[in-house]
């Protein structure tokens, strides 16, 4: 069997609270909600069906919710994709064995909680994070409890790049060009956030912490002689 | 025969000249210049004959002569730094085959006159530039000129990177964390460098001018599937 673990979907009723909320989506975000699978589960079947024995953990697609507005209006955003994909496992765990839960990550304290709430009664298998906090590092002291919570609770924490157009490949410019800011800025954002999350002294706090990235650990798995 | 085609060094005149140019280097800059085998061809020559049949073709190293002050500075340094390569290897071919040049890279005139003395008159195998100028990309209108006259003299271009500790890692910060800037910032640094040569349509107009990238072509080999 084949378990795809990093799987994006927005259940119906996030995805239509998030258009109203976020009319104008951009970047990642414009494209992500454009594909008709991520919300079209009879679209989403169809593909499925043409591989054999293939199944799928599902989470959030981009951007992190937290763009969305204050942490009131993420806190809710967060619950509704949180109850919505725990439905979706509910209803077809032959093609969702499971789902990852999103985090109001602008609300340290309700980031917690959601967190909580998702594994505890909802039975999510994890939490998604992304690789920056609204353009700051995971390690925040606002937002490092979520890994003294995972730790406790022995679930690993997934995360996925998120940058925009807006991070320039040059200093001396406004914007990123050429799709930059994705197709290198991605895996190194990557890499910068786990290199964050190892400096910080985590994984001497808590080795057995699991921590799953994006596109097969960013730069990590091919710069490692540069990292030692 | 071993030969390294892209060996740092700092000839003894334009040394002193840059210690007292830009006294207070920082990043790389601060590093490079404490190496004594930098400059002090005794102690490099003691390290070079542990190797067997080894040469350097030789280059400056961090950071990009632009940074010390208007173009009547680099011009100044630029020259200095060429003469001094050209005359270490008329002294030691044996150690050092060829040279590349260094340029002004701030004075759009200034370097296509010294990129051409340097080759024409001075012998140097090709030039070096880095992955910017001054914060902005190579493909500006002030520096593609550079290319153009590379493509017609048949001789490569280098190309090293160039981010210091002040490219910040995450969009809300001021600076980077844990040496990131130069671990995966440079092999970064590197691969939007490339990109924005391949787009600005440089290998169309000269489908055989040579590009030569340090650090293996920084993330391009290993992001492959990515970039197509």
Redesign the interface.
């Known amino acids: 069997m084949k378990i795809d673990i990093f799987a994006h979907i927005f259940p119906k009723s996030y995805f239509d609270k998030m258009v109203k909320v976020a009319p104008g989506g951009k970047d990642m975000h414009k494209r992500v909600r454009n594909v008709p699978s991520i919300v079209d589960l009879d679209e989403r079947f169809r593909i499925m069906d043409r591989f054999d024995e293939y199944v799928q953990v599902i989470c959030l697609g981009s951007p992190p919710i937290e763009v969305f507005g204050p942490p009131s209006i993420s806190r809710e955003m967060a619950k509704l994709a949180n109850d919505g994909m725990a439905e979706l496992v509910r209803k077809h765990r032959d093609r969702f064995p499971g789902f990852i839960a999103s985090l109001p990550m602008n609300d340290p304290e309700g980031l917690l909680a959601e967190a909580e709430r998702a594994i505890k009664e909802l039975g999510a298998v994890g939490v998604q994070v992304f690789t ?1 906090v ?4 995971l390690t925040r002291p606002e937002t490092m409890p979520l890994f003294d919570l995972m730790a406790k609770l022995d679930r690993p924490v997934w995360i996925h790049p998120a940058r925009g157009a ?2 320039p ?5 406004p914007k990123s ?2 799709e ?1 800011w994705w ?2 800025g991605w ?2 954002e990557t ?2 956030a786990m ?2 999350l190892v ?1 910080s002294g985590l994984f001497d706090k808590y080795p057995e912490i699991k921590i799953i990235t994006h596109h097969l650990g960013g ?1 990590i798995p ?2 490692e002689g ?2 030692g």
């Open positions: 920056n609204l353009g700051r590092p807006d991070f490949d040059y200093k001396e410019e060009h050429y930059i197709t290198f895996p190194y890499s910068v290199a964050h400096f730069m091919y710069f540069r990292v």
